[in-house]
Structures are given as C-alpha cells and as structure tokens.
C-alpha cells in the first residue's frame, strides 16, 4: 500500500485544508488537560507555514447535539494553537457559512484560520455531499491529519477527498506515521509476536481476534473479555462480565489458534468482588474459585506473573485494552503490572486504544513505549486489516 504523503506533493505558496483531529479532553474548569493531539499535529502545519501556505484547519471536538452549543466551541484550541506556534491564528465564527468562505479567500501565505466545529454541520457526520464541496471549495490542497477519525465516513475525511486529485491531496505526517507503524507491525513484525488484548467485550474486539490470531506467535487475553473464553472452557465466572452468544465465537478462536500453533493465554487468578464498585468487597481467587454472585474486575497476580513470562522473549509487543477495571484503584493493579512490563521489554512496543494510551500514561510508562496510537477504533480497524475510508482516497495504485 502507497499512501500520497504531503511531502510528495506541490503544496509551496497554496491554500491548504488540512483535517486534524483537535479532539482533546477538558476538564471540569474547560481546561485543555491534555493536548497532545494538538502538539501532534504542529509538524505538518509548521511545514505548510514554511512553504507560505496560507492554512485552514478544521477538526470535530465532541458530539454537540445542536449547532453552536458554546462548550463544543474550537475558541480553546485556537488559544493553545497560538501559544504554541506563536502566531495569530484566525478563528472563524462558524464552518461553512459566507463570512467564513471569505475569510478563507483573502487568507494570505503564513496566516491559518481555524474553522469552528465541524459537528456543528449536521452534514459532517451524514457524509453529505453538498457540505464537503462547501468545506473543499476553500481550498487547492487537502491534507488528512487526523487519524483518529480516519476510520469514519464524515465529510471533511472521506466525502470531500472526491473533489481533489492525486496531486493536490495527500496524508498529513501524523496519518502517515500511524499508518506506516501499524502496517509494519501487522504484516512484518520481528517475532516472537506477542498481542495482549483486553478491555470489555469480546464483540467490540471480535475481528481483531480473528485478525491477531493468523499473525501473533503468542495471544494473552485479560479484561473483562477474558471471562466469555473462560466461560467457553467450562468455568463457573459468576456474575463476570459474559457474552453468552459469543462462546460458539470465542471456542472457534482457541481452536483455530490450537491449529496454527498460537499460544494462547487465560487469566489464572482473578481479583473478584461483589459488585461493580470502587469500594466493594473484593478479593484475590483462582478462576476456578469465582463466589458465584462475584465478578472477576481485575487479573491477578499469577496471571500478571505468567502473562511476564509470556512477554520476555517477545520481540513485537501489541496491547490494546486494560486487563481489568483500571480507572478504579482496586482493580488497576493487573493493568498497572502489564504496563510495567510491557515498558520494561526490549521488544518494539506498540499501544494502541485511548483506554490503553490512558493507563500507560497514568503509570509513568508512557515514555518508555516505543510507539502509542492517537486513535483507539481506528488502530483496531488497521488491526483488523481495514482499509479505513479516510485513507482509502489517499493510497496511489499500483
Ligand atoms: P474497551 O473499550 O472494550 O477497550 O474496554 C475498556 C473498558 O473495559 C474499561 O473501561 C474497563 O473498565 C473495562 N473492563 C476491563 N476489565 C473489565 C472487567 N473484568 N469487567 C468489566 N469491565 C472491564
């Protein structure tokens, strides 16, 4: 697969839309808390900057359910924007109305103007047409730099691409490199390959694991989605987290593993406790041994032992989902294990999952990983072996 990446194209003097993904999370008093996904994107606008082009930024921030709902506002982002490129940039009232397509027009080379919120557009999301004419009529070139969303058929990601041609459109540095990474990692990763997948449920990561289970060495499986597998090998899991209608689905994944030669690992021991509640009741079992009205939260510390043990000759790493309920402290202790482990490996470590990219950030690891995603659902749908709707306008056929 070749991707049309921006350095490959003319961009020098144009006007250039480029579709971030300024998505970041807030706090209670309307802080940025954590604006990476901001800093994430400065390559690719301060290249544009040096090659005089006059820049439009667009990006999505929440789900606002009516337009102009003033808390899903862009005004934040245009602050942090100028604070870290320390320059003015514009901020348009609205996304596509005239004052804003003017504003466009008399951009001048260096200036950026920032759209509001594309998702004040009920057209974004529905992928409509007429919006995306309307969004790339402000510009010569457009730029995906929001892989985050890439997996999503809105308009400013896949309907406008329709109205560009292979020069004059192109991946921005930050899809490129997540693109690039999880390829690489799925289709040639030095092995042993070793996945650990955990988070909720087995139907959100069904794919995923059929996907995994052709290309792994080795598959260690925790989190809530571990008790159906559980559940399928004949154990009492009590009121754990089960998908009954997924255990046909979860005995064909251990079988086909069983025949390509994956190993395929189970919590051992589990901490359990008699509701889902920070301050329940818990305590440490076997999965043999779940009380019948508790629930497995977290793994426990065999199981982190042996999942250690799994991980020391790997040479790829891929972790997508927590190995229990990690935001309560309870039961972050197996998730914490892992994230110390996975750190502490000499192996090509790849994090993947905003809920994954989170813990290893509250566990201090986030440093030592050699790679973590920006976007959860669309890493697993690279995973699952997609080919995501944003990207696909921007591959060049061979
Ligand atoms: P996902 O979005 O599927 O990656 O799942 C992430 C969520 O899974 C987190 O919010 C965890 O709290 C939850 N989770 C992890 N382990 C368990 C468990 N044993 N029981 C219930 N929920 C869990």
Redesign the pocket.
């Known amino acids: 697969m070749k991707l049309q990446e921006i350095k490959n194209i003319d961009i020098d003097g144009k006007k250039v839309f480029i579709r971030c993904d300024f998505n970041v999370p807030m706090d209670e008093y309307n802080n940025i808390s954590d604006d990476r996904r901001i800093r994430s994107a400065l390559n690719t606008i301060r290249y544009c900057i040096d090659r005089d082009c006059s820049i439009i930024l667009a990006s999505h921030f929440g789900r606002p359910t009516e337009a102009a709902e003033e808390k899903y506002s862009l005004k934040p982002i245009a602050k942090r924007l100028h604070t870290l490129l320390k320059q003015e940039i514009k901020m348009a009232k609205n996304v596509v109305q005239d004052d804003t397509l003017e504003l466009a027009k008399n951009l001048q080379p260096g200036e950026i103007l920032l759209l509001e919120n594309l998702r004040y557009n009920a057209g974004e999301t529905k992928n409509d047409e007429e919006f995306a004419k309307k969004l790339a009529s402000m510009a010569e070139i457009y730029v995906n730099d929001a892989f985050g969303v890439s997996h999503r058929a809105h308009a400013s990601v896949e309907a406008i691409t329709k109205y560009f041609d292979m020069n004059h459109k192109a991946a921005g540095f930050l899809l490129a490199k997540e693109i690039k990474f999880f390829h690489h990692i799925v289709e040639s990763p030095k092995r042993p390959f070793v996945s650990i997948v ?4 087995v139907s ?2 069904l794919e995923v694991l059929h996907n995994l289970i052709t290309k792994v060495d080795k598959i260690l499986i925790g ?2 989605m571990a008790f159906t597998f559980l559940k399928a090998l004949g154990l009492e899991v009590g009121k ?2 089960v998908e009954d209608d997924l255990i046909p689905e979860a005995i064909k994944i251990m079988d086909e593993a069983k025949q390509l030669g994956v190993k395929l690992y189970l919590p051992v021991d589990v901490v359990a406790a008699e509701a889902f509640d920070a301050e329940a009741i818990a305590k440490l079992v076997t999965v043999q041994e779940i009380p019948k009205n508790w ?4 793994i426990g510390p065999a199981t982190a032992q042996m999942f250690r043990l799994a991980l020391s000759d790997a040479n790829t790493i891929l972790w997508n ?7 309560m402290e309870k039961f972050a202790k197996g998730s914490t294990r892992i994230a110390n482990t996975v750190a502490q490996s000499f192996a090509t470590t790849v994090v993947g ?1 905003g ?1 994954t990219a989170d813990l290893v950030r509250v566990t201090g690891d986030e440093d030592d990983m050699t790679f973590i995603s920006t976007g959860g659902g669309a890493s697993l749908e690279l995973i699952e072996g997609k080919i995501l709707p944003g990207v696909k306008a921007l591959v060049i056929e061979e």
């Open positions: 955990g988070g909720s449920k959100g990561k989190g809530g754990s987290l629930m497995g939260l977290d989902g927590p190995m229990g309920v990690y935001e999952g809920d």
